[in-house]
């Protein structure tokens, strides 16, 4: 009893560790800025608080129905997915932080515009293991009224709440965050000592109470990423409200925004239709300059166009001024034409966040140089700047004294940038992103750490003019006319080139001695790469899709410290480096996909060190093994592409090898049941021939076994709620991980 009382509290520990992922801004901001489907981070979220709801119970009734003790099992398995899946987001979102050199407070902005298109296969497989896991889960909450489990008003689940709710008289908390609710009971006004509301996330969520203004102790309100697009007409009677994360302008109310007028905010707020302000003496009256904000956003309807022109607009924003106290401002769709003094003029001086996006009418910057203490600065979609210069730096001596991180994203019509030679002198992040019509970059940037470069076709840049001793990171995204550099660089830690460069035939490696991470994608003129002396820094190299490269230094590769190889889709190659059991010690991972004239591993064969190898070719995998040294590591073997009809035959695989991944054997009919022993792991994807299991079964040392794409195999290993349907089943019920599609 005492296991199954520590199992409880394990699960709630683990949905606990979840649900701060799931709340993490950088952690939602990573998975948009992947262009993953947010959806599935939001189901999941509420899949994992339905579960949350019948946990209490079902621990409860576990010790007298085994039924429910299996559900539960069932539900701690899931939620171990799913925390291994958000453990592996969470581990990605490290890595490229570290990757880019990033602070903290920075990085969320970096990753949302500039870790995209160049990580599909990641972004696939999190997706598929994130509507698998969902579907588990949905699976498991759906059987809570066989199982006569009970739930609390506050899960994932609910939809509707009960009148009953205002009878919680002395209730001060209320946190129905990522629930499906759609509407509040009008008995919630009767919570009359409630001092907290949380509504974040509800995405059902379609209005307030009308009598919320009853609520007169309350202090903090909640509900961004809700359907909420009005305020109750008496909003602005909360004079106790302290902390508001969203505020809507109604064309229709005579109040509007004036009732912010009255209540003494602090935190963050978002203030959005700002466009419907009609009368901009209306704005001034919200006294945004008294309150204690630290975060503010300014939204206009993206599709709203000024019948009047842009004047209203201009002066709705300077009567919209907040104190000098704020450190992050956005404004979002604005449509008037020039900016309000107080946006630049060091009347924020507390500002380290400025955020200029969509404002399409705006035909020149404002000399944002003047910001003493802005250190980070995005301007994305300002479409009517052609052209940045000398009053982008104001008319200080030196200008952007503080700031650390520049990005421009999106500006279609911009061509030229130039700055005085005093500015940026501490700016060290530079991103410039979908902007093809830019011809050059400033000379002036002197302290740069990480220059990146994204979907800039006009940019004609040698990027020698722009590497300084401090340069750490390099990432050019298709600028076919940007040039890599051709001289010593000593600081340079990480060059990622992915189809730009056009002027790139061959990489020399000594002339970045402290080089980690080498990266290559789509460089259709790359054909070799080149060394003259040992390389003691790189850990990292990846080619992929370079139709012209062929050779690696003739002598081998001598790279003590390299312990990740991928190439794939490079049709040129025709062999892998010499002596790799030599030069390469340190070789952990393996990977050499869709390179069709590389059939036979140098000799030696691998370092022994290789613990990961996948391979799409049966020669290259036969070579492979014929050259394993007796101690070798290898543990993770995955194959694909490969044309037989039964594999693998007894004594191929090493005793080592305890995972096997077996992908897209179009003929495959059957698996070799004494060539699968040792494994622990097998995973067979895409196999359309493949017709059953082995008649012995698979070997007891199997605890984890995949199938995919496998349509004649998966009926025969089906089982619903316990009652084996296939003839297969017994073969595999005894696997602790099951994943069938």
Same mark, same amino acid.
């Given at each position: 009893?005492?296991?199954?009382?520590?199992?409880?509290?394990?699960?709630?520990?683990?949905?606990?560790?979840?649900?701060?992922?799931?709340?993490?801004?950088?952690?939602?901001?990573?998975?948009?800025?992947?262009?993953?489907?947010?959806?599935?981070?939001?189901?999941?979220?509420?899949?994992?608080?339905?579960?949350?709801?019948?946990?209490?119970?079902?621990?409860?009734? $576990?010790?007298?129905?085994?039924?429910?003790?299996?559900?539960?099992?069932?539900?701690?398995?899931?939620?171990?997915?799913?925390?291994?899946?958000?453990?592996?987001?969470? &581990?990605?979102?490290?890595?490229? $932080?570290?990757?880019?050199?990033?602070?903290?407070?920075?990085?969320?902005?970096?990753?949302?515009?500039?870790?995209?298109?160049?990580?599909?296969?990641?972004?696939?497989?999190?997706?598929?293991?994130?509507?698998?896991?969902?579907?588990?889960?949905?699976?498991?909450?759906?059987?809570?009224?066989?199982?006569?489990?009970?739930?609390?008003?506050?899960?994932?689940?609910?939809?509707?709440?009960?009148?009953?709710?205002?009878?919680?008289?002395?209730?001060?908390?209320?946190?129905?965050?990522?629930?499906?609710?759609?509407?509040?009971?009008?008995?919630?006004?009767?919570?009359?000592?409630?001092?907290?509301?949380?509504?974040?996330?509800?995405?059902?969520?379609?209005?307030?109470?009308?009598?919320?203004?009853?609520?007169?102790?309350?202090?903090?309100?909640?509900?961004?990423?809700?359907?909420?697009?009005?305020?109750?007409?008496?909003?602005?009677?909360?004079?106790?409200?302290?902390?508001?994360?969203?505020?809507?302008?109604?064309?229709?109310?005579?109040?509007?925004?004036? $009732?912010?007028?009255?209540?003494?905010?602090?935190?963050?707020?978002?203030?959005?239709?700002?466009?419907?302000?009609?009368?901009?003496?209306?704005?001034?009256?919200?006294?945004?300059?008294?309150?204690?904000?630290?975060?503010?956003?300014?939204?206009?309807?993206?599709? &709203?166009?000024?019948?009047?022109?842009?004047?209203?607009?201009?002066?709705?924003?300077?009567?919209?001024?907040?104190?000098?106290?704020?450190?992050?401002?956005?404004?979002?769709?604005?449509?008037?034409?020039?900016?309000?003094?107080?946006?630049?003029?060091?009347?924020?001086?507390?500002?380290?966040?400025?955020?200029?996006?969509?404002?399409?009418?705006?035909?020149?910057?404002?000399?944002?140089?003047?910001?003493?203490?802005?250190?980070?600065?995005?301007?994305?979609?300002?479409?009517?700047?052609?052209?940045?210069?000398?009053?982008?730096?104001?008319?200080?001596?030196?200008?952007?004294?503080?700031?650390?991180?520049?990005?421009?994203?999106?500006?279609?019509?911009?061509?030229?940038?130039?700055?005085?030679?005093?500015?940026?002198?501490?700016?060290?992040?530079? &991103?410039?992103?979908?902007?093809?019509?830019?011809?050059?970059?400033?000379?002036?940037?002197? &302290?740069?750490?990480?220059?990146?470069?994204?979907?800039?076709?006009?940019?004609?840049?040698?990027?020698?003019?722009?590497?300084?001793?401090?340069?750490?990171?390099?990432?050019?995204?298709?600028?076919?006319?940007?040039?890599?550099?051709?001289?010593?660089?000593?600081?340079?830690?990480?060059?990622?080139?992915?189809?730009?460069?056009?002027?790139?035939?061959?990489?020399?490696?000594?002339?970045?001695?402290?080089?980690?991470?080498?990266?290559?994608?789509?460089?259709?003129?790359?054909?070799?790469?080149?060394?003259?002396?040992?390389?003691?820094?790189?850990?990292?190299?990846?080619?992929?899709?370079?139709?012209?490269?062929?050779?690696?230094?003739?002598?081998?590769?001598?790279?003590?410290?390299?312990?990740?190889?991928?190439?794939?889709?490079?049709?040129?190659?025709?062999?892998?480096?010499?002596?790799?059991?030599?030069?390469?010690?340190?070789?952990?991972?393996?990977?050499?996909?869709?390179?069709?004239?590389?059939?036979?591993?140098?000799?030696?064969?691998?370092?022994?060190?290789?613990?990961?190898?996948?391979?799409?070719?049966?020669?290259?995998?036969?070579?492979?093994?014929?050259?394993?040294?007796?101690?070798?590591?290898?543990?993770?073997?995955?194959?694909?592409?490969?044309?037989?009809?039964?594999?693998?035959?007894?004594?191929?695989?090493?005793?080592?090898?305890?995972?096997?991944?077996? $992908?897209?054997?179009?003929?495959?009919?059957?698996?070799?049941?004494?060539?699968?022993?040792?494994?622990?792991?097998?995973?067979?994807?895409?196999?359309?021939?493949?017709?059953?299991?082995?008649?012995?079964?698979?070997?007891?040392?199997?605890?984890?076994?995949?199938?995919?794409?496998?349509?004649?195999?998966?009926?025969?290993?089906?089982?619903?709620?316990?009652?084996?349907?296939?003839?297969?089943?017994?073969?595999?019920?005894?696997?602790?991980?099951?994943?069938?599609?």
């Amino acid at each position: 009893m005492a296991a199954e009382v520590v199992g409880g509290a394990l699960l709630s520990a683990f949905l606990q560790v979840a649900f701060d992922r799931l709340a993490s801004p950088q952690f939602v901001d990573f998975f948009r800025g992947r262009k993953l489907d947010e959806k599935l981070l939001d189901n999941l979220n509420i899949m994992l608080h339905s579960i949350n709801a019948l946990a209490d119970d079902a621990e409860q009734k $576990q010790f007298r129905d085994p039924h429910v003790k299996a559900w539960l099992f069932a539900v701690k398995e899931a939620v171990f997915d799913a925390e291994d899946l958000l453990g592996e987001i969470d &581990y990605e979102l490290t890595r490229c $932080q570290v990757e880019a050199g990033s602070e903290p407070q920075t990085f969320t902005y970096k990753v949302s515009n500039f870790v995209n298109s160049t990580f599909s296969s990641f972004n696939k497989k999190i997706e598929s293991e994130m509507k698998e896991v969902l579907e588990k889960l949905e699976y498991l909450a759906k059987q809570k009224s066989a199982l006569g489990l009970k739930e609390g008003i506050y899960s994932g689940n609910t939809s509707e709440l009960p009148d009953s709710l205002g009878d919680l008289k002395h209730l001060h908390s209320l946190d129905l965050s990522y629930t499906i609710i759609q509407k509040l009971p009008d008995s919630t006004c009767l919570l009359y000592n409630l001092l907290v509301l949380k509504l974040n996330y509800c995405s059902s969520l379609t209005e307030l109470p009308s009598n919320l203004h009853k609520l007169t102790k309350l202090r903090c309100l909640e509900f961004e990423k809700t359907k909420v697009t009005k305020m109750p007409i008496h909003f602005g009677e909360l004079k106790n409200l302290q902390i508001l994360n969203m505020f809507f302008i109604d064309r229709n109310s005579e109040l509007g925004i004036k $009732q912010l007028g009255g209540l003494n905010l602090h935190g963050g707020l978002s203030i959005n239709e700002v466009q419907n302000i009609a009368n901009p003496l209306n704005a001034l009256e919200a006294n945004l300059k008294t309150k204690n904000l630290v975060k503010l956003e300014l939204k206009w309807n993206s599709n &709203y166009m000024a019948d009047d022109g842009p004047r209203k607009e201009i002066k709705v924003l300077e009567n919209l001024q907040p104190s000098n106290q704020l450190e992050h401002l956005s404004i979002r769709s604005y449509c008037g034409t020039e900016f309000p003094s107080w946006v630049f003029d060091n009347s924020l001086s507390n500002l380290v966040f400025l955020q200029l996006e969509d404002c399409k009418c705006c035909l020149c910057l404002p000399p944002l140089g003047l910001l003493s203490s802005l250190k980070t600065l995005e301007i994305k979609g300002l479409d009517g700047i052609v052209s940045i210069g000398a009053e982008f730096c104001g008319s200080n001596s030196s200008s952007f004294t503080s700031l650390e991180t520049l990005k421009f994203y999106n500006m279609k019509e911009w061509e030229d940038w130039e700055c005085k030679t005093a500015s940026f002198p501490r700016l060290q992040h530079l &991103y410039v992103d979908r902007c093809p019509k830019l011809k050059g970059l400033p000379d002036q940037l002197l &302290y740069l750490k990480e220059l990146i470069i994204f979907f800039c076709d006009k940019l004609i840049i040698g990027v020698n003019s722009m590497i300084t001793s401090s340069l750490q990171f390099l990432r050019i995204y298709s600028c076919p006319l940007v040039s890599i550099p051709v001289t010593h660089h000593d600081f340079l830690e990480k060059v990622m080139i992915e189809g730009g460069c056009d002027s790139l035939t061959n990489f020399r490696l000594d002339l970045f001695p402290k080089l980690s991470l080498l990266h290559f994608t789509r460089c259709r003129n790359l054909q070799r790469i080149s060394e003259d002396h040992t390389h003691n820094h790189l850990k990292e190299m990846i080619i992929r899709e370079c139709s012209q490269f062929e050779s690696f230094p003739i002598e081998g590769l001598s790279a003590p410290h390299l312990q990740r190889i991928h190439i794939s889709g490079v049709e040129n190659l025709k062999s892998l480096p010499e002596r790799m059991q030599i030069l390469l010690p340190s070789l952990n991972k393996l990977l050499i996909i869709e390179c069709p004239q590389v059939e036979m591993f140098p000799d030696g064969g691998l370092p022994s060190n290789v613990k990961e190898v996948s391979l799409s070719s049966l020669k290259l995998m036969t070579s492979m093994i014929e050259t394993l040294d007796a101690n070798t590591c290898l543990e993770s073997l995955s194959i694909r592409n490969v044309d037989v009809e039964c594999f693998p035959d007894e004594g191929f695989l090493p005793r080592s090898l305890t995972s096997l991944v077996i $992908q897209n054997f179009p003929n495959l009919k059957r698996l070799d049941y004494k060539g699968l022993c040792h494994l622990s792991s097998l995973t067979i994807f895409d196999c359309p021939s493949l017709e059953c299991l082995p008649e012995e079964g698979l070997p007891k040392s199997i605890s984890s076994l995949g199938i995919s794409g496998c349509p004649l195999l998966k009926p025969r290993c089906r089982c619903r709620c316990h009652n084996p349907e296939g003839e297969d089943w017994g073969k595999i019920a005894h696997i602790q991980y099951l994943r069938i599609d």
